[in-house]
């Protein structure tokens, strides 16, 4: 630490962290700023790994998210201001394709499906993954009118009341509660999608409103998507797929932050609490003394920030434990191509709940992605814990990899050893956005005290381009209330 005084302290080193402190100094380069990270590395849940493989290619392992969705724009403009055009990697689009686990076999999800509403008639009719009951009454959706009260209600109930509760089983839960590691039943659709509630008001139909997005979509109009919260990147420069990576590894945009950055950047630095002086600026325990600062972002767990909040914000601290977490791993394994008899002929398969397997997802890393895998192996990823397989977490490596592998032989013919696997774990790493979370959310804002902002996956979003987004909006109010403080 080079200095006992900031203008702005920034708690937390993960990607809201990071982008807190990049926007920052971008638009206020005379402000002072300190990034603490408890930890001994940058990034939180982004961590990629390389493994040298066959003729000296390299694997490219994801610990943590695989990619970004650029119908969200905050994570893609960010990439275009760094200027990391050459570092871009969209998906193989034309091997697209999702599997649902479907009696214990994999199932395509049939063409056209938006999400989870059906936009093409003869795919839809055709496929087996949904009952003949099944899809009348997802057809029902276009005569069941709209709720006009506002209230919020679980991923559950929604789709539920609109669609039925096959098309819940089957289609949303394992793709839509896969995306927050949540359970549908207690999910909530205002803070998770809330577009779907826009659609459904809109067109009082989510098959119309989603029929009038693809239209729209034709003519070269914005598009309408439940993931987009009414944004889309700008025209200038498109992004070459939905979602989007880095050639050498989601961390490539860490490292890329982490060249900019100019202000005292502490790693091992946990902030154990903070008070609030006579002369109104804040001072942070931090290991060997203490840091003051005019306006502080904390962009760390809900319950840490509780901690480091307690004394000063006992209401917010209260609330802010009131988030729940849920833990969970993946394990990703390389294999010889031709040991494989798999086609690999999709992105991967998502595994209903109602299918009582005990493992949640896997997805085809080297058909997703190139750059992924050396020319003739192949890379996959499984994943585990969460809310639907919580037990896994807490199995040891050994029995992890013998159970994932009879996953894979089962569901996949997988009868090969890998080549090597890598486990990856999270404890407490998944905020919960139970129902009325934002309700809770805005009480947490209005409990703490003026200078004090709260950042990152456990509020407004949990992917990066939210905890980005959310990144920026918390470097913006610090810069505001510092020349609030200034000027008086």
Request: aromatic content about 8%.
């Amino acid at each position: 630490m080079n200095n006992s005084f900031v203008d702005v302290a920034i708690v937390g080193g993960g990607i809201a962290g990071l982008s807190a402190a990049w926007f920052l100094q971008q638009e206020a380069p005379g402000l002072s700023y300190a990034l603490l990270e408890s930890g001994d590395r940058w990034g939180g849940k982004i961590k990629t790994e390389t493994v040298d493989g066959p003729g000296g290619e390299p694997f490219v392992i994801e610990g943590g998210p695989d990619s970004y969705i650029t119908t969200k724009p905050w994570a893609w403009q960010l990439t275009q201001k760094l200027g990391m055009d050459e570092d871009v990697l969209g998906t193989n689009d034309a091997r697209r394709k999702t599997f649902v686990l479907n009696k214990g076999k994999p199932t395509p999800l049939p063409d056209g499906v938006m999400l989870i509403v059906p936009t093409r008639f003869t795919p839809f009719a055709l496929s087996p993954l949904i009952s003949p009951w099944g899809k009348l009454r997802m057809g029902m959706d276009l005569f069941i009118p709209p709720l006009k009260d506002g209230r919020d209600e679980t991923l559950a109930q929604f789709i539920e009341r609109r669609l039925g509760r096959e098309a819940l089983d089957k289609i949303a839960e394992p793709l839509m509660s896969g995306i927050y590691n949540a359970d549908a039943e207690m999910q909530s659709l205002l803070a998770t999608f809330p577009r779907f509630r826009d659609i459904e008001s809109q067109h009082g139909s989510l098959i119309r409103g989603m029929l009038a997005s693809k239209r729209a979509r034709s003519n070269g109009k914005a598009a309408l998507s439940p993931s987009s919260n009414g944004h889309g990147p700008s025209a200038a420069k498109r992004p070459p797929s939905a979602f989007v990576s880095y050639k050498s590894g989601m961390e490539r945009l860490v490292d890329r932050l982490l060249e900019d950055l100019d202000g005292d950047l502490c790693l091992n630095t946990a902030v154990s609490g903070m008070s609030k002086t006579l002369d109104g600026r804040y001072e942070l325990n931090i290991p060997g003394g203490i840091l003051k600062a005019t306006a502080v972002i904390l962009a760390v767990p809900a319950y840490a920030a509780a901690n480091i909040v307690q004394i000063l914000a006992p209401e917010a601290a209260e609330e802010l434990r009131k988030i729940r977490y849920v833990s969970t791993g993946t394990i990703s394994l390389a294999y010889r191509r031709d040991e494989l008899d798999h086609p690999l002929d999709g992105f991967g398969i998502v595994i209903p709940r109602s299918e009582r397997r005990r493992i949640n997802a896997i997805t085809w890393s080297s058909t997703k992605f190139d750059h992924r895998a050396p020319q003739g192996t192949a890379l996959l990823r499984v994943f585990f814990g969460g809310s639907r397989t919580p037990e896994m977490f807490d199995k040891g490596d050994e029995e992890l990899e013998t159970i994932v592998g009879e996953e894979l032989r089962q569901l996949m013919g997988i009868e090969a050893e890998p080549l090597f696997h890598r486990i990856y774990r999270w404890p407490k790493a998944n905020p919960q956005y139970d129902v009325n979370h934002l309700t809770r959310v805005a009480a947490i804002e209005e409990a703490l005290p003026p200078g004090v902002f709260v950042s990152g996956s456990p509020y407004r979003g949990i992917g990066v381009p939210d905890c980005v987004h959310q990144g920026q909006q918390a470097g913006e109010a610090a810069e505001l209330y510092v020349g609030e403080q200034v000027a008086v």
